[in-house]
C-alpha cells in the first residue's frame, strides 16, 4: 500500500469514528440544534429586528414620511413614480409640498438624473393619480402659439456694436416673424 491510500483510509476511518461519536451523547431520537436566540422573549426578539418601514408605490406620501425612511427605499419610491410617469423634480416636489430646487437637489444627491421636459398633461395626470388634483387643475398649460410678446424693453451699457445688438435680438424671436424694433440712444 502506498503512502497516499494509507493516509486517506487512516483519514475515512477517523472521521467515521468521529461521526459514530456523536450519536453517544443523549438520546438520538429527540437531538434538535439550539441557538441562543431560541430562549429570547418576545420584547428581546422585537429589539433584535430593525425599524420596519413600509410604504406604497402609487400612493401620495409627505415629505416627513419620505425623509423618515431610508435612502434605499426613498429610491425605490422615486424610481415607482418615474416608471410609470415621465415628471420632474418639480412634479414631485408638488406631491411632497415642498420646493422644486430642494426636492431637486435631494433627488440627485440620491443619484437621479433628470433631463428632458415633461408636459403639462403628464405633471397633471401624475398629481391627479397622487392625490392632488385640485394643483393639477389650478395650474394653467401655457399655450405657446397664442401667447404674443407685446412689449419689451432692453438696457445696454458700456461699449456695444449695433451688430450684438441685431444678433442678441435674433434669439429671441422665430425666423420669419413680424417685429418692430425701436431704439433709444442715450449717451452719458
Known sequence: MTDEAYLFKQDVREKAVTARSSHKVGSSRRRK????????????????????HTITPGEP????????????????YVEGILEKYKVGP??????????????????RSLGFTFSGH???SETARFLRD?????????????????????????????????????AKLQGLFEPGQEV?????????
Request: proline residues 5%.
Open 33 to 52: 440544534c439550539r441557538f441562543s436566540s431560541d430562549r429570547l422573549t418576545k420584547k428581546e426578539w422585537e429589539k433584535l429586528n430593525g425599524p420596519i
Open 61 to 76: 406620501m409627505t415629505w416627513e414620511a419620505f425623509k423618515a425612511i431610508p435612502d434605499t427605499l426613498q429610491k425605490k
Open 90 to 107: 418639480n412634479a414631485i416636489a408638488r406631491m411632497f409640498g415642498i420646493s422644486g430646487t430642494y426636492c431637486g437637489n435631494h433627488l
Open 118 to 120: 415633461t408636459t403639462p
Open 130 to 166: 397622487y392625490g392632488k388634483a385640485e394643483e393639477a387643475e389650478t395650474a394653467p398649460a401655457a399655450d405657446k402659439k397664442n401667447t404674443a410678446l407685446e412689449r419689451l424693453s432692453l438696457t445696454f451699457s458700456g461699449g456695444f456694436s449695433p451688430e450684438t445688438i441685431v
Open 180 to 188: 418692430t424694433i425701436t431704439v433709444e440712444v442715450l449717451a452719458k
